[in-house]
């Protein structure tokens, strides 16, 4: 006991919303543990979670790409000095929980594209940042400002049993990171100011993201055996992907369920 006293736990201190990248830190989390409840709603990830665990899986989509970042940079994860990382993603985990779902339960698959178009080249950048600040060679930078945004969404793939993104088919998503990542070293090393490098870098990255999503820009598949079956990824993108789909297509694709909750 008198250890215990000796020793008490403080409440206050740590709480910062802004300096030093902290605010665009911030809207990174919140987008991303939105992201992660969002996507452990998503019928194709979908296992019976409690509402516990939908916040959990937005917790770890919104916290685990900065704990993976800060981990390979021999930092303590910014959660755990700043609590306001863990109530950002809180609130965002719950309003990914509630609004999943539009009217006639379909899910709202341009709403969950839209938010990691901007959420995967924001925390791209904040990696490139935190890696030129800890010293690292433009190929370490590169390689943060990619496992950073990516590591979040393979948490979830690999607690959900689906086969984590960046290995499979789908829209540009590692091509978007590094992309990013690249765009902000450029103009890092051009001299720009901070702001100005982050701006264009997240802009650019966002708007070649969406026009991925929209035209079906796909990274390459591999050379597939002899006699192969190419299978049904499962991953709806937006613009032609979606326009014109039956509700049969729709479920297929993982987004239409019924009244009950289950798929069609």
Not at 245 to 251: G, P
């Amino acid at each position: 006991m008198s250890l215990l006293m000796a020793y008490p736990v403080d409440w206050l201190p740590g709480w910062k919303w802004s300096g030093d990248y902290t605010g665009i830190a911030l809207v990174a989390a919140f987008a991303n543990a939105l992201n992660g409840a969002l996507l452990a709603r998503r019928p194709d990830h979908y296992k019976n979670f409690t509402v516990v665990g939908i916040f959990l899986m937005g917790l770890l989509m919104g916290l685990g790409r900065g704990v993976t970042r800060d981990v390979l940079l021999a930092k303590i994860p910014g959660f755990l000095t700043n609590p306001a990382f863990i109530l950002v993603a809180l609130i965002s985990g719950a309003i990914g929980y509630f609004t999943a779902y539009s009217e006639g339960q379909l899910f709202r698959e341009g709403y969950f594209q839209l938010i990691t178009s901007f959420s995967l080249p924001l925390y791209a950048v904040t990696g490139a940042i935190a890696a030129s600040k800890a010293g690292l060679p433009v190929a370490g930078v590169l390689a943060i400002g990619i496992i950073g945004p990516t590591a979040g969404r393979w948490y979830v793939d690999v607690s959900c049993d689906v086969p984590p993104k960046q290995f499979i088919r789908g829209e540009w998503f590692v091509t978007i990171a590094l992309l990013t990542a690249v765009i902000w070293v450029i103009c890092d090393g051009a001299g720009l100011p901070s702001p100005a490098s982050t701006a264009i870098s997240v802009v650019i990255g966002y708007v070649v993201r969406v026009l991925a999503l929209f035209y079906g820009w796909e990274e390459p598949l591999a050379k597939e055996p002899s006699g192969a079956y190419i299978h049904d990824d499962g991953r709806p993108q937006l613009g032609r992907k979606l326009k014109g789909k039956s509700q049969r297509e729709l479920a297929s694709l993982g987004l239409s369920v019924n009244d009950s909750g289950d798929s069609k």
